[in-house]
């Protein structure tokens, strides 16, 4: 089996003053790839939202579309899994070895894929962080292929803009919803009603609260939560 993984990150910039970061992946099976992207650009337009779908654009007025997307992804064989960085001007980089808050999320991306089996093929798409953004890939690829000791299941990364591809817009709306939950209960924002409509929806279909720790064995939707000391 091959897969396709889009990854993106939510809050990541080290001192933007918030207090928490999300990096996530959807997980494609690319044999029904092709299939999978048709039916969900023709979701999109059944709700005449032709535009990209973002979680910091969250209108009331889309719920429907939101909530559909939602049941798209659990009616249909694709995964997410996501790391959760909580209190994250706590971070101290030289403490552990991590050299920077750049470094940091690129760990935090080899923990994120790290869970997957081996005996599989992995394709990762990154949204485009900075033009920088080619040699860490190449560094992420090194580290996977000497943990796997030159059998990395990791054959492929690339950097592509997220508008570039719809499931992206899955992993977006996911990831910011877990880091919007995860600030309203840190009590650094004040919550709003129709965004916590939506996260009680998908709260109800992942089973549990969706800023918390959801055991690695639930892989349809999968958090991990990391709090820095």
Request: positive net charge; hydrophobic residues 35%; aromatic residues 14%.
């Amino acid at each position: 089996m091959k897969y396709n993984l889009f990854l993106d990150e939510s809050c990541h910039i080290q001192h933007d003053k918030i207090p928490v970061m999300c990096i996530g992946y959807t997980k494609i099976p690319k044999i029904a790839y092709e299939e999978l992207y048709e039916k969900l650009r023709a979701l999109k337009l059944a709700h005449k939202a032709p535009e990209e779908i973002k979680w910091n654009k969250f209108s009331k007025s889309r719920m429907s579309l939101y909530k559909a997307v939602v049941d798209f992804f659990f009616d249909n064989p694709m995964e997410f899994r996501a790391v959760l960085v909580k209190y994250k001007a706590n971070l101290k980089h030289d403490d552990f070895n991590q050299g920077s808050h750049d470094n940091f999320y690129y760990k935090m991306a080899y923990q994120l894929l790290k869970p997957n089996p081996v005996g599989l093929e992995y394709h990762v798409f990154l949204d485009i962080k900075d033009h920088h953004g080619r040699k860490k890939l190449n560094k992420l690829e090194e580290v996977f292929d000497n943990h796997h000791k030159g059998e990395s299941p990791f054959v492929h990364f690339q950097h592509i803009r997220s508008h570039d591809n719809l499931f992206f817009e899955i992993t977006d709306l996911f990831i910011g919803a877990i880091g919007y939950k995860a600030r309203c209960v840190l009590g650094e924002i004040q919550h709003n009603e129709s965004r916590m409509e939506f996260i009680k929806y998908l709260e109800s279909k992942v089973g549990y609260q969706i800023d918390t720790n959801i055991p690695l064995e639930k892989s349809k939707f999968n958090v991990f939560d990391h709090q820095s000391r």
